[in-house]
């Protein structure tokens, strides 16, 4: 009889795990509570793979053994609740793709950093010259590749939502870089289940797999204490010497190889600032316990281009910085931000969605760095009222180009004008890119102009 499995959401894991499931020869159907777009429709009508959208048909999901819910559907939603009260099997993507690969997976999560030390990772071990592929959270899904070819290795940028759907998915090393408050709202609003849910990551490791993580992160330490760790334990740390991991002095970094301690001079990194000390520490202790060739990998990290919108330089006109960190969609994200650039004086624009933030966390380090505050919002009312009495000048606006035509006007040589939101973009932009790419466009023109 034919195995049958049905996909909750349409969005890139949900087409992926569709195009897979189809395949390996599953009888697929694809149901999405909003539209489908025209393109992914297609897609699925060329490989004849049956799908409903506008709202889900319970009648017919409840007949699948199975079901592979998109990491953005909470478990609160009626329909996974009934799918749950039923009994059915409700696993992630990334789970139904482990079960078709023979690869090792390396699997990266953190409320903050992942991206980056995902696409790091991915990048030294390819400079090593390994056969590696890079999923999850970036790029084009793990099922979606998997239709194509399997690697030995897979790097993977998991979220709790997507280890939340984990059964048997074991991943040879597993990273934890940090664990704050966010995304409380799916978990009863209980920082506990939040935390369960990242350590879950190591829950089917035996001591064959590597477990790294950051040694001063109490959240970390609060949840490992109540587990029994199988996997060989790497710390990092920039606040002390470790015995087995990976450390950070201030100036150089200390990583430990199985035979001795190295050093990375971290001048000629193209990273900044502490917490980009923790994923550079992080990667390379990933890629050594993968195996790779130390040197050829350590190589790579002069070579990195990291993610667009994260600290991104756009320019430099007239010796001020303008830096793009769009992806800076909390307020610990953009507290890291802040704290590499607070050398320098900063003109910060930050606004939107605000998602419930606590500013007092950037209190310090905004009272010592930041000259001027552009408020880019349709409603700037919190962050005036947090920051009006410590910055000297606040502004606001709806326009990105706005914005940075009153930083220009403000910045002297040595500033640093840094978008950085703390919030989400959904009042004034399509999404974080959105934004991003307007930052770059407003800089640009100013750049053609001078």
């Known amino acids: 009889m034919m195995n049958r499995i049905a996909i909750l959401g349409a969005g890139e894991s949900g087409i992926g795990a569709a195009l897979l499931a189809k395949a390996k020869g599953y009888e697929v159907f694809v149901s999405e509570f909003a539209l489908i777009s025209e393109e992914r429709k297609a897609l699925l009508d060329a490989k004849g793979i049956a799908y ?6 319970a009648e017919k999901l409840l007949t699948f053994p199975e079901v592979i819910k998109s990491p953005g559907i909470p478990y609160a939603a009626p329909m996974v609740k009934q799918i749950m009260e039923k009994g059915i099997s ?57 239709v194509d070819g399997d690697r030995a290795w897979w790097v993977l940028e998991v979220s709790s939502f997507q280890i939340d759907g984990f059964k048997k998915l074991k991943p040879q090393v597993a990273v934890i870089l940090n664990i704050t408050p966010d995304h409380l709202d799916r978990y009863e609003y209980r920082l506990e289940n939040y935390i369960h849910s990242k350590l879950n990551l190591v829950k089917n490791m035996d001591n064959q797999g590597h477990l790294i993580y950051f040694k001063e992160d109490q959240y970390i330490w609060r949840g490992l204490k109540e587990l029994s760790v199988q996997a060989n334990i790497h710390q990092i740390s920039i606040a002390q010497k470790v015995e087995n991991g990976a450390y950070f002095d201030g100036s150089q970094i200390h990583y430990s190889t199985g035979k001795g301690f190295q050093i990375i001079d971290t001048a000629s990194l193209p ?34 281009k990291n993610a667009a919108h994260r600290m991104e330089k756009v320019a430099e006109l007239n010796g001020v910085e303008f830096i793009n960190d769009s992806k800076g969609t909390n307020v610990n994200a ?13 003109i910060w624009i930050a606004g939107g969605v605000d998602k419930g933030n606590d500013y007092n966390e950037l209190a310090e380090v905004v009272k010592s760095s930041v000259k001027a505050l552009i408020c880019l919002g349709k409603n700037n009312e919190k962050l005036k009222f947090a920051f009006g009495q410590m910055v000297p000048q606040v502004m606001e606006t709806q326009e990105m180009r706005q914005a940075v ?21 959904f009042d004034l932009f399509k999404n974080y890119m959105d934004r991003g790419e307007k930052f770059i466009e407003a800089v640009k023109e100013m750049e053609t102009v001078k």
């Open 334 to 346: 953009t507290y890291y931000a802040l704290a590499a650039y607070q050398s320098k004086p900063i």
């Open 90 to 146: 409700l696993i992630d993507e990334l789970e139904f793709a482990s079960r078709f690969s023979n690869g090792k997976v390396i699997a990266i999560t953190g409320t903050n950093g992942k991206t980056t030390t995902t696409l790091l990772t991915y990048h030294l071990m390819k400079e090593a010259g390994m056969d590696v592929g890079l999923a999850g959270n970036v790029g084009d899904s793990w099922a979606r590749q998997l």
């Open 52 to 57: 409903e959208d506008g709202g889900h048909s």
């Open 405 to 425: 035509q009153m930083a220009q006007q403000i910045a002297q040589a040595g500033d640093v004008v840094l978008l950085s939101p703390a919030c989400s973009s």
């Open 271 to 304: 990273l900044k600032g502490h917490h980009n000390m923790v994923n550079v520490m992080a990667a390379a202790q990933a890629v050594i316990a993968a195996g790779a060739d130390e040197e050829r990998a350590m190589k790579g990290l002069t070579t990195f």
